[in-house]
């Protein structure tokens, strides 16, 4: 993750060493230069800061590899690699153990903590972000030049403050040198400005990690920072598992890089900037046309969309869970790639649109605690169902005609109901007015 202190540290610890080494290097945006300027220059670099006094002329990084590994081998050296994110850079820059005399240190900092691990380094250390005692010394740090707010009048907007940044270091640091030197006034306009459009600087730090994922793993973060951040993760793992994201592995690689961690409760946890930097990202697809978003979160915007019959051909998940004053469903003619359509615990839904029945790509159909239900669509055509959960529909009097079940292995299993192979199953515990199945 951005912004976490992995540079300040790196570099607070070279500086307490860096006098016990004759030869040393700190090497700064290995991402960036390297991207920019290739491998060769960092080699380079590398070379002319440990040995300053020599000179140095190669073109490739084979021929840069063999005179690091030549030049150091009995050298006792402190090297510090900021930034890292390709396997490549360690290869080229530090190579294997014997590149470096006995007693070498050689520090990595990079936001993907599987890079380091694939590289067999001796110990990882991960930065957390910080106490709130801890942030509140920073952010008076930055905005006040000293470790305590000097005015009372401002007490309650560095909380406000301190709390959006959620012990981000980048983002007190970014905040507080914003709000150094002006007054109150300005401090609630910037608050409120934050409430509803986040500080660019700090997003786009953060967006780094995200734009060096792959398009699977980019999915998935996307999804959990706008539906599922909080949420048990085998829930998630399941939803997302359905949309062919590899979740096992996907989830992993976010954790791996600190996009996202498990708590002790099994939640999947997201840090509220992130969230926010996801969010914003699937905001700006499309701006305007709230329809050809790929996902939509906040309630107004849904309702917007519902109420305009707009085609919504990417849509495919609906979830209007407790909506307790929804009473019917709109039509879904306009949505024909829904795949799940979750409406549990709108109990006062009486009525769902025969629309349902065209969608052929539905899987998952959540009918749970509806009680005001009491039909559904008399024929439903839902050729890819996989689950119908009618648990809670006590007042259910019958069940439509599926088409293509008639076509598969069918199996009973007491008073529940389970179609297996393609159909999986009917969860109809607790329907007590169920009258004809």
């Known amino acids: 993750m951005g912004g976490i202190g992995k540079t300040t540290l790196a570099r607070v610890a070279y500086t307490q060493m860096s006098s016990h080494f004759e030869c040393k290097s700190f090497l700064a945006d290995v991402r960036d230069i390297s991207n920019k300027l290739g491998l060769v220059s960092l080699q380079k670099q590398l070379l002319s800061q440990v040995l300053p006094d020599e000179c140095f002329s190669f073109f490739n990084v084979y021929e840069g590899n063999v005179i690091i590994n030549h030049r150091l081998s009995n050298k006792r050296v402190l090297i510090v690699l900021d930034d890292v994110d390709n396997l490549q850079h360690l290869k080229c820059l530090v190579g294997r153990r014997d590149w470096f005399g006995l007693g070498s240190r050689i520090i990595v900092t990079t936001r993907d903590e599987h890079l380091l691990r694939s590289y067999r380094v001796d110990d990882v250390y991960k930065p957390t972000t910080l106490n709130d005692n801890d942030a509140l010394r920073l952010f008076n740090f930055k905005a006040f030049g000293c470790e305590k707010v000097p005015k009372e009048d401002f007490i309650e907007l560095v909380q406000h403050v301190v709390g959006y940044a959620g012990g981000l270091p980048l983002a007190l640091e970014v905040l507080g040198s914003f709000l150094c030197d002006r007054d109150a006034s300005q401090w609630r306009s910037a608050i409120e400005r934050l409430k509803r459009d986040s500080n660019k600087e700090i997003l786009d730090r953060l967006q780094i990690s995200f734009d060096g994922l792959e398009e699977t793993e980019k999915n998935i973060f996307l999804d959990i920072a706008c539906f ?3 949420e048990e993760k085998d829930f998630v ?17 976010l954790i791996k890089k600190s996009l996202l961690t498990v708590n002790k409760y099994n939640q999947l ?19 305007d046309e709230l329809e050809k978003r790929c996902r939509l979160w906040e309630e107004r915007d849904v309702y917007n969309v519902l109420i305009t019959n707009a085609p919504m051909h990417k849509l495919k998940v609906i979830n209007l869970q407790g909506s307790e004053n929804l009473i019917k469903t709109p039509n879904f003619k306009m949505a024909p790639n829904i795949e799940s359509l979750v409406l549990e615990g709108c109990t006062r839904l009486a009525y769902v649109d025969p629309s349902v029945g065209v969608l052929k790509k539905l899987k998952l159909l959540n009918l749970r605690g509806c009680k005001s239900l009491r039909s559904l669509p008399t024929k439903i055509g839902m050729e890819s169902l996989e689950e119908l959960i009618l648990s809670g529909c006590s007042n259910l009097k019958s069940f439509p005609e599926i088409d293509g079940i008639p076509k598969r292995k069918d199996k009973f299993h007491g008073s529940d109901v389970a179609f297996v192979v393609k159909f999986e199953f009917i969860n109809k515990a607790e329907s007590k007015g169920l009258q004809s199945l």
Not at 239 to 245: A, K
């Open 228 to 230: 599922f951040n909080g």
């Open 237 to 253: 793992m399941k939803v997302l598992d359905g949309c062919e994201f590899f979740p096992d592995i996907g989830i992993d690689v």
């Open 269 to 287: 946890r997201m840090h509220d900037l992130l969230q926010e930097m996801g969010r914003k990202i699937v905001r700006e697809k499309s701006i």
